[in-house]
């Protein structure tokens, strides 16, 4: 069984002590257990923890390395116990979120009720965008990013794939007829973004390779859900993540089209915050608690 954490205690209780025997003396052990279980560790991690002489032992390099990680460590655990013993509802705090419009109306706030059943103590303070946010210069905590990350210092979390449809009301279909091949796009709608990582091109699929297909729009928007409804009112055609249409489909509102064509047309989706060993427990809380559950809404389970 791995009881590093054991080894830990002991460890520090014979730095501590500066001795063998003391520390046996004070953990109830016998001196010989408490050295052959330095040893195991020394052998286990391939470097010597302590100097021993006859008259007191001290840490090398590599120990005091050891010796404050393992501080760290043991304080961590003990505040986890500490926070469960004493209930979630210790938590507290505000948690600053930036996401898309529409990840964030569908996937992240109908799971903010049941996150504030089990943490009613954390404000949750969300701004939704489909701009890109400095955490930085805007004090945010978490973000989550739909597409290519960029190279930083930020730590990204991984919390599932959004795939693409093109989707268009019943009525426009009928009006301007349902396209069938990438070239009948020419003839249509498709409705664009305007931000400035938007490209205005849809990249699909044709005789198994990648192109990418300029598209002409009368409406070019900051945020998918102004598309969505744009699209539901027989306006042009739609290239929206599945998570964002769902819904729209299955009610007859929104129709699915060039379903090969956009064949894997995805993008992944992370959350990203700023890292390091003193992660603000209420920012650890937040996503333990919606990570798992929007990989579920990315999933349609």
């Not at 961590?76 to 705090?93: F, I, K, N, T, Y």
């Not at 931000?195 to 005789?207: G, T």
């Not at 090969?260 to 992944?268: K, M």
């Amino acid at each position: 069984m791995d009881n590093r954490a054991g080894e830990m205690q002991i460890f520090l209780r014979v730095v501590e002590a500066r001795s063998f025997s003391e520390a046996a003396r004070l953990l109830m052990m016998a001196p010989s257990t408490v050295s052959k279980l330095i040893n195991r560790m020394e052998e286990r991690l391939g470097v010597r923890l302590l100097e021993r002489s006859t008259r007191r032992l001290s840490l090398t390099a590599e120990g005091q390395i050891y010796y404050e990680k393992s501080l760290a460590v043991l304080a961590e655990l003990d505040e986890m116990e500490r926070e469960l013993a004493q209930g979630a509802a210790s938590a507290g705090g505000t948690i600053r979120i930036n996401a898309s419009v529409a990840f964030g109306v569908l996937a992240l706030e109908p799971l903010l009720p049941a996150f504030w059943e089990i943490h009613p103590n954390i404000v949750v303070d969300l701004s939704l965008s489909d701009e890109i946010v400095d955490l930085y210069l805007d004090r945010t905590d978490v973000a989550f990013r739909i597409g290519t990350l960029q190279d930083s210092s930020l730590v990204a979390r991984r919390i599932g794939i959004a795939k693409r449809k093109i989707v268009a009301a019943p009525n426009y279909l009928e009006r301007r007829g349902t396209p069938t091949t990438i070239d009948d796009l020419a003839g249509h709608n498709c409705l664009g973004f305007n931000f400035r990582r938007a490209a205005p091109v849809w990249p699909l699929k044709e005789s198994g390779r990648i192109v990418d297909r300029g598209i002409s729009a009368s409406l070019l928007a900051n945020n998918g859900e102004t598309v969505r409804r744009m699209a539901i009112a027989g306006v042009g055609l739609a290239r929206l993540g599945d998570y964002h249409v769902r819904d729209d489909i299955a009610a007859g509102r929104l129709a699915e089209v060039l379903s090969e064509a956009v064949a894997g047309d995805e993008e992944q989706i992370h959350a990203i915050y700023r890292g390091g060993p003193r992660l603000p427990h209420r920012v650890r809380a937040f996503l333990d608690f919606v990570a798992p559950r929007l990989q579920d809404v990315l999933e349609g389970s």
